[in-house]
């Protein structure tokens, strides 16, 4: 009876491994500058959710009927090492939900409000010091150059 079964491969875990690193790479689109960024976190949930599809159709093909698809070993480590970028991805999508928008962030030219922070010798120091002429003869306008740093990497 064995004789009369074809076995065929099973390409689904390695379908949903290749999918799987698709959705983390799609991701470096951030980086580099591409066009319609504001797509880039649907398309990688889109193809970390069909990874997953994918992932449990090879298993289900696996164990359910392996006298047509052999393979349960191999098929259990292609999914193991996909279910890691493609959960990193849908992990990393919902977090990204949470971020604040950025039309609340300070916008080029708006006007700051006034704080204080210590200098490099630990004395406080305003904005509004800053910005107040030196001498009451000097009537260049003065500036101030701020830099946002998003934290330690």
């Known amino acids: 009876m064995r004789d009369s079964i074809?076995?065929?491969?099973?390409?689904?875990?390695?379908?949903?491994?290749?999918?799987?690193l698709s959705a983390m790479?799609?991701?470096?689109g951030f980086f580099l500058g591409v066009p319609f960024q504001g797509a880039?976190?649907?398309?990688?949930?889109l193809l970390a959710a069909v990874?997953?599809?994918?992932?449990?159709?090879?298993?289900?093909?696996?164990?359910?009927?392996?006298?047509?698809y052999?393979?349960?070993?191999?098929?259990?480590?292609?999914?193991?090492?996909?279910?890691?970028?493609a959960g990193l991805s849908l992990v990393g999508f919902a977090t990204t939900r949470k971020l604040p928008s950025a039309?609340?962030?300070p916008q080029v030219g708006q006007t700051v409000p006034d704080f204080t922070l210590p200098d490099t010798s630990g004395k406080p120091v305003s904005l509004d010091?800053?910005?107040?002429?030196t001498s009451p003869a000097?009537?260049?306008?003065?500036?101030?150059?701020?830099?946002?740093?998003?934290?330690?990497w």
Do not use: D, E, H
């Open 70 to 85: 052999g393979g349960k070993a191999l098929t259990a480590v292609l999914t193991v090492i996909a279910l890691m970028p």
């Open 40 to 45: 880039i976190p649907w398309l990688s949930l």
């Open 51 to 68: 990874a997953l599809i994918f992932l449990v159709l090879g298993v289900w093909r696996a164990y359910a009927v392996p006298q047509v």
């Open 25 to 28: 790479g799609c991701n470096a």
């Open 103 to 105: 039309s609340a962030a």
């Open 129 to 133: 010091q800053l910005l107040t002429p």
């Open 138 to 152: 000097s009537r260049a306008p003065r500036a101030v150059l701020l830099i946002f740093y998003r934290g330690y």
């Open 6 to 20: 074809k076995v065929r491969r099973n390409a689904a875990p390695w379908w949903g491994l290749l999918l799987a």
